[in-house]
């Protein structure tokens, strides 16, 4: 029989102690590269013209073009909807308005049937945070973030609440957290700010596990308010100034209806440097805690730039040159900025043409994770495009509605675009070339008949019948 001493044995020990904890470090990287964190911010009502990677000049959004800088820009990406409860609807199911269940701004909940992003990445092991504007149910409800996958929620619930940036309350999870400081009149907290610190704190929290930060600021829409060391940085600097009046006190105060503001276009550029710089803390945050490598980001709006409030997009040339604003299913309201980042994997400083949508957003999430979709979309995974590898698989045709203004619908088949207004009345259609007519401005539905009538057939069956949206 083998005779081991003391020493000997120790050794065997250390020995496989040392194997032991080397192979499980080794599966914890793996794991990590497998389970990158995903931070996705979207912006409020910001135009595909708003920032000044594409193109805006009169004011400019370093930290944003600097994602840009380091990852990739998408020219063709487009919004859930043209208003912002179904676009959301659009981003968190993966199915676009034909299909989701929530497809207007009615005040309805997100079913608990419904199977969202947030849930997705719980099954998959990541702890699931959401800091900002949710709007797709309330507290305590079906629709409410914690009963849709969320582990944690900080803000707003109501859309019409989320007007408003020094609101009376916000939600902390399941609790109203209460702003003392914007009690009556006063103004003394700022709510994205808010916001922004506990998404800091999320991050910090959850730096050793794989989390998805949903970041749905209420910035740029719709109160034209920022706070005063911001706004003093710009006031005087975009002349002939845009005055709006509102409502300033009284029972609709804070109730929906926006504030004055004497300084639009100040205001807009000062909440637009404001995200900026919020974009780029977060971005810091990631780097100072070594997990660049392993997180992906991705910004983008949920829909074109509004007009309410005392909002100037004609100013600004926030569409770009896209025709069209919010409400509109032309591309200046569906068409928006995205940016994706991802250090080591997606290349630094490219463009991307291929064209995606809110409802690619859950199967490329999958299809990174390496996981299989259970649920119905109607999205594909855009993860080629990203790493440029792989083949890419394009869609057939994009599909939206709108419910309001008579009702709208849209389709985009290859370079084909085709909008159907006044659905609920005698319908009008529109057919443009978008590869020679970005800016939509020739209708070629005459000339083309027989694309007309092909494009026509599509867009009458891209959508399910719904008892909460009919046509």
């Known amino acids: 029989m083998l005779q081991v001493n003391e020493s000997t044995y120790t050794f065997i020990i250390t020995i496989v102690f040392f194997l032991t904890t080397s192979c499980d470090h080794s599966k914890k990287q793996v794991s990590d590269i497998n389970n990158p964190n ?5 912006a409020d009502d910001l135009g595909y013209g708003d920032l000044s990677s594409y193109g805006q000049t009169k004011f400019s959004t370093p930290n944003i073009d600097a994602l840009a800088k380091e990852g990739m820009l998408f020219t063709q990406h487009y919004a859930g909807s043209t208003v912002c409860a179904p676009s959301r609807s659009a981003l968190m199911t993966g199915q676009h308005t034909g299909n989701t269940p929530i497809r207007g701004n009615k005040k309805i909940e997100l079913p608990k049937e419904s199977f969202t ?6 099954e998959n092991g990541y702890v699931t945070g959401g800091f900002g504007k949710w709007g797709l149910g309330s507290t305590g409800f079906e629709g409410d973030p914690l009963n849709q996958g969320f582990d944690t929620f900080f803000g707003f619930h109501d859309q019409m609440l989320a007007h408003h940036y020094y609101p009376n309350y916000l939600w902390d999870n399941d609790k109203v957290f209460n702003l003392q400081e914007n009690e009556g009149l006063k103004k003394g907290q700022y709510a994205p700010t808010l916001i922004h610190q506990r998404a800091l704190s999320f991050i910090d929290n959850h730096k050793n596990e794989p989390f998805f930060l949903y970041y749905p600021s209420i910035i740029p829409h719709a109160e034209l308010f920022a706070p005063e060391e911001y706004m003093n940085r ?3 600097k975009f002349n002939p100034e845009k005055s709006f009046k509102g409502v300033d006190g ?3 105060y804070k109730t929906g209806k926006y504030g004055s503001q004497k300084n639009g276009h100040a205001a807009f550029v000062a909440m637009i440097t404001l995200l900026d710089d919020q974009v780029g803390e977060i971005v810091q945050k990631v780097k100072d805690l070594g997990l ?10 949920d829909n074109g730039p509004h007009k309410e409030a005392g909002a100037d997009p004609e100013y600004f040339d926030s569409n770009g040159i896209l025709r069209g604003y919010k409400r509109d299913l032309y591309e200046g309201g569906i068409r928006v900025p995205m940016i994706a980042k991802w ?4 290349k630094e400083g490219t463009i991307t043409n291929h064209i995606s949508a809110f409802w690619d957003i859950m199967p490329t999430i999958a299809d990174v994770l390496n996981t299989k979709l259970e649920s119905e979309t109607d999205g594909i995974s855009f993860l080629p495009s990203l790493q440029e590898s792989g083949k890419q698989q394009n869609h057939d045709y994009l599909y939206w509605e709108f419910h309001e203004l008579k009702g709208r619908q849209a389709i985009r088949k290859d370079n084909w675009k085709l909008v159907k207004y006044k659905v609920k009345e005698t ?3 529109f057919l443009f070339d978008l590869s020679s007519d970005p800016g939509e401005t020739k209708n070629l539905a005459e000339e083309k008949p027989e694309t007309l009538k092909e494009l026509i057939a ?5 959508r399910t019948e719904s008892k909460d949206f009919k046509f």
């Open 117 to 122: 992003i947030a849930e997705l990445l719980k």
């Open 234 to 236: 710009f006031i005087g």
């Open 292 to 301: 660049e490598e392993n997180t992906i980001f991705i910004f983008t709006s």
């Open 343 to 346: 250090k080591g994997k997606i």
């Open 458 to 462: 599509i867009l009458e069956n891209s």
């Open 427 to 429: 319908p009008e259609y």
């Open 38 to 42: 995903i931070i996705y911010i979207l």
């Open 250 to 252: 009284g029972e609709l």
